[in-house]
Structure formats: structure tokens, C-alpha cells
């Protein structure tokens, strides 16, 4: 069982950045496609970012494409969503979540999620 939990979130004003962290526990999560999702108030869940095990592939929404990177560090069990250039419509709980299959931007095919952290974005 892989206990996915978030850090980082919190509020920032439009233009400004920040970076949300991911942290497993008890097992590593080497071997799982990493992922972040968001969910506004009143909104379903989206897809925002997923990165593959090994580090080397990922996937983007349009919406996060050349504001956001996601990444990973394998040895300390952490992945990462670097956020730049935010704007009010970024406000959302933004959730880590973990998948065996393969990457994908499908919220069906990730099994372990965190409990989300909160960012909020003021105009």
C-alpha cells in the first residue's frame, strides 16, 4: 500500500510561483507513474501533469504547458509539480496520485491518492 501525502500548497498572488511536493509512504513508489491532479470548487477533478517512474516521459494539460514541470527524485521517494506564472483560475486542491499502468492522463487508472493540498491564487 502506497501512502501518497502533499506539501506546499497555499496562497500566492497571480504571476507568482510555487511548488507543490509529493512524499510515499511506507513503500517507495519506484516503479508507479506519478501524477497531479486539481479540483476547483464546484468542478470535477483534472488531469495536470504525469511523469513517468524512471523520470524520463511526461504528460502535460494544455493548461499547464509551459508554466508547469513535474518531476521526480527516486531516492527520496518524492515527486514534484513546479508552478510559475499562476493565474486565479490555477486555485484548486491539487492531488498527487500514484498508477502501475501506464501514463496516462486517465483519472480512472490511478489507484493512490494523497489528500490534497490547497493553492489558491489571488487576482
Known amino acids: 500500500q502506497v501512502q501518497l501525502t502533499e506539501f506546499g500548497g497555499g496562497l500566492v498572488q497571480a504571476g507568482g510561483s510555487l511548488r507543490l511536493s509529493c512524499a510515499a509512504a511506507?513503500?517507495?513508489?519506484?516503479?508507479?507513474?506519478m501524477a497531479w491532479f486539481r479540483q476547483a470548487p464546484g468542478k470535477e477533478r483534472e488531469f495536470v501533469a504525469a511523469?513517468?517512474?524512471?523520470?524520463?516521459?511526461?504528460l502535460y494539460a494544455d493548461s499547464a504547458k509551459g508554466r508547469f514541470t513535474i518531476s521526480r527524485d527516486t531516492s527520496k521517494n518524492t515527486a514534484a509539480l513546479q508552478m510559475t506564472n499562476l493565474v486565479p483560475a490555477d486555485t484548486a486542491v491539487y492531488y498527487c496520485?500514484?498508477?502501475?499502468?501506464?501514463?496516462?492522463?486517465?483519472?480512472?487508472?490511478?489507484?493512490?491518492w494523497g489528500q490534497g493540498t490547497q493553492v489558491t491564487v489571488s487576482s
Open positions: 511506507p513503500r517507495t513508489f519506484n516503479g508507479y507513474n
Open positions: 511523469i513517468m517512474w524512471t523520470g524520463v516521459g511526461s
Open positions: 496520485a500514484a498508477t502501475v499502468e501506464n501514463l496516462t492522463e486517465q483519472i480512472e487508472a490511478y489507484e493512490y
